[in-house]
Every structure is written in C-alpha cells, then in structure tokens.
C-alpha cells in the first residue's frame, strides 16, 4: 500500500499514519521527522535546514526530494510506505509520480484531511500544554506566530497539489473534524479495508 498523507499542520496527519501503518504494515515516513532528527543529529543536511524549519518555511524541494527517493529505495519498503508531511507543492508531487513511475508503482491513494482553521490553533495550543504539563520539550516551531505561518503556508501551496490529484483521480477528502478512531476507519472504508479495521 503506497499512501500519501496531506493535511494543515495540526490536522493529525502523525498520528493517522501511525495507525494506517498498523492498518497496512508498512513503515511511516514523515519529511518533518526525518529533517528534525537531522537537526538533532548536527548532520551537515540538518545543520542546513534549522533556520528555515525554525521560521516555519518550506525546506528546498531538492533536499526534501533526495531525501524521499533515498528512503523510499531502502527495503522496508518494498511492499509500501504512508507518506506524511511530503509531498508539499506541486514540484514534489510531481517529483514523487516520477520517482515512483521509474519503479514501475504509482501511489494507491492521497488521504486528504478537512478540518477548520479554528480547531487546528486549539489543537496546537492544546499539544503545546500537554507537552509542557508532561514535561516535554515543546517543538521549537510550535508557538503561534509559527504555526500561524505554517498554516498559512499550508494554505497556498494545498490548493495546486490537492488539484494535481484530484485530476490523477488519486485524491480521497476525508472530514478530519471527527475522533482519531472515526478518521482512521473513515480512511479504512475509503481504502476498501474497513475489514481490518484496528478498532473492529
Ligand atoms: P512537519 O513535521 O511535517 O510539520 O514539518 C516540519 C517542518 O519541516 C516544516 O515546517 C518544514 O520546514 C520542514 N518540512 C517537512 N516536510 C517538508 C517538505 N515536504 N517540504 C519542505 N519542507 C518540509
């Protein structure tokens, strides 16, 4: 199963690819994990991105490509991924059709999560509290003016890559308002797998 993921930031993109990795056993690749264990590494790749992952701007579509091919040949994936948080502008997208289309494959299904820009700055508020009441460390760009850019980011870029799917007829829109069960069997239903359902 080759799946991408695409929703605002906040939306629980994370948290449903988990589950749809558990839905379809096979591994979760997610750009902004990827590039922040770079950061903590001090790799010269994340050495290169901090600042801008820092404002909350779009690292270059090279770096983020390379790093998605690289990963994608590895051999945990030969039976699949659930991308999550790539591809973000149309040039990744069309990167990724490439990539996959110099294997022979081609995705299965775009997952697009729908939810209100209200709900999603409650949720970044709500995830920030918990973390610091749990004493964790709270993402550096997790405070609002960020997140308030990665939203609005998010807001230009989303429009052209949900159309280019939606005219490779790849695209599934799926209400994101509901529970995190809900959305995952939602997903499940729209894939033809509601059987497998994690939740019954
Ligand atoms: P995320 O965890 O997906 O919200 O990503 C956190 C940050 O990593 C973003 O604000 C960007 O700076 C960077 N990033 C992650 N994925 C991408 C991508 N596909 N293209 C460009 N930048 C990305």
Request: overall charge negative.
């Amino acid at each position: 199963m080759r799946l991408v993921v695409l929703g605002p930031p906040g939306a629980g993109k994370g948290t449903q690819a988990r589950r749809l990795v558990e839905l379809f056993g096979v591994p979760q690749l997610s750009t902004g994990e990827m590039l922040r264990a770079a950061v903590a590494d001090g790799t010269d790749l994340g050495r290169a991105v901090r600042a801008m992952m820092d404002r909350g701007e779009l690292v270059p579509d090279e770096v983020v490509n390379q790093m998605v091919s690289a990963r994608i040949d590895r051999d945990d994936c030969r039976n699949g991924f659930i991308l999550d948080g790539y591809p973000r502008t149309v040039e990744q997208a069309a990167a990724l059709t490439a990539m996959l289309d110099g294997k022979g494959t081609k995705l299965d299904a775009v997952i697009a999560l729908k939810l209100d820009r209200d709900v999603l700055i409650e949720r970044m508020a709500k995830r920030v509290a918990d973390t610091l009441a749990a004493g964790g460390t709270v993402r550096s760009d997790d405070n609002p003016e960020t997140f308030a850019r990665r939203l609005e980011e998010y807001g230009q870029t989303a429009g052209p890559l949900l159309d280019y799917y939606r005219r490779r007829g790849e695209l599934v829109s799926i209400d994101g308002m509901q529970g995190m069960e809900a959305v995952t069997r939602n997903i499940a239903k729209r894939l033809g797998g509601a059987s497998s359902d994690p939740d019954g």
